[in-house]
């Protein structure tokens, strides 16, 4: 019997979310719409120049195991943090949520990761992100009965810039499939895909990836074209299964020959889109691990998705459970 439905692994983000105007990134040589990796000085620079903050515990992955657990299923998580102030947040958030977290804090240096998101009017956010203790993770963080007993375990993309991280991913899908169990990953973001695509395509054709998750943009640079037709093709030859979002057009579902599309939910206004990837993964693998059909797994994601974007902040404020059932969709 599985104790879990999913494991997540990733980078341990508390995130700082403040408004802006898009001169203000400009100004700064902050990329739009992207994550951009940055040293603690610049950290401490962008964090002077920021307005008014809301602080919110993320990380990709984490996200992703708060809106599993939003939903009523049984979630657990790998991710890394400090002995300090923002560290003791972010484990209590996660814990809060009913996520399984038991990964050992490191020492007060280097401090949690945080991550300095500007929101821009148009709802699009673009983050700036100091790992921090993030690349203190590896292969003895790893807890290998929770891998063995999760029906998935799921990483972010992010994760694969620290070094120690990689080889503690590899081991998770080892033990994942000599236990029958599936691992996936989400490609997390285009300029990520363009530092590591040889090595995102080598985990998807070897087997160490079941499942991926991507958006349009991400699965476009994976494969280096503007056909995405040509791009689902070559991702339904490279893994078992894919869902790839396209924002206001909803999902598409690919498993060899086959494409299931649906349409994003209808929301009222877009606040935020800071976790709608990683919420659009929450539902999937929420239904995927209850035995829902592919379409009705791909409904769930954009559900989920569609609630967080009108919201400040990556984690639903809502019980995704009741909001689901409130529409007939479990």
């Not at 399984?100 to 956010?125: C, K």
């Not at 990483?155 to 029958?180: S, T």
Request: glycine content about 10%; overall charge negative.
């Amino acid at each position: 019997m599985s104790q879990f439905d999913v494991l997540t692994v990733g980078n341990a983000i508390v995130d700082i979310i403040s408004r802006c105007q898009d001169q203000f990134l400009i100004d700064n040589g902050i990329t739009k719409s992207a994550m951009n990796l940055i040293d603690a000085e610049r950290a401490e620079r962008l964090y002077s120049l920021m307005g008014p903050a809301v602080e919110a515990s993320g990380g990709s992955a984490g996200n992703t195991a708060a809106g599993i657990a939003s939903f009523g299923g049984k979630a657990a998580y790998f991710g890394k943090v400090a002995q300090d102030q923002l560290g003791h947040i972010f484990t209590h958030d996660i814990r809060a949520q009913g996520v399984h977290f038991e990964t050992a804090a490191g020492t007060t240096q280097p401090p949690t990761a945080r991550s300095m998101i500007f929101v821009t009017e148009d709802g699009e956010r673009s983050m700036n992100t100091y790992l921090g203790a993030c690349v203190e993770f590896g292969p003895e963080d790893v807890e290998p009965e929770v891998v063995a007993q999760s029906k998935v375990t799921y990483f972010e993309g992010y994760l694969w810039d620290p070094p120690r991280a990689k080889q503690a991913i590899l081991d998770c899908a080892r033990i994942a499939h000599e236990n029958g169990r599936e691992m996936s990953m989400t490609l997390s973001d285009s300029f990520c895909v363009g530092r590591y695509r040889e090595e995102f395509l080598e985990l998807m054709r070897s087997g160490t990836v079941d499942i991926v998750f991507a958006n349009e943009q991400e699965a476009l640079s994976l494969y280096e074209t503007d056909d995405f037709a040509e791009a689902l093709t070559r991702l339904s030859a490279d893994c078992k299964l894919a869902a790839v979002t396209m924002g206001d057009q909803g999902a598409v579902v690919v498993k060899g020959d086959e494409r299931i599309r649906v349409p994003a939910t209808e929301i009222g206004s877009l606040v935020d889109t800071t976790g709608a990837g990683d919420l659009f993964a929450a539902g999937f693998l929420f239904g995927y691990t209850n035995d829902r059909t592919l379409e009705d797994c791909a409904h769930l994601g954009c559900y989920a998705a569609g609630i967080v974007i009108q919201q400040i902040g990556p984690r639903p404020m809502m019980s995704l459970k009741q909001g689901a059932a409130e529409i007939g969709l479990i």
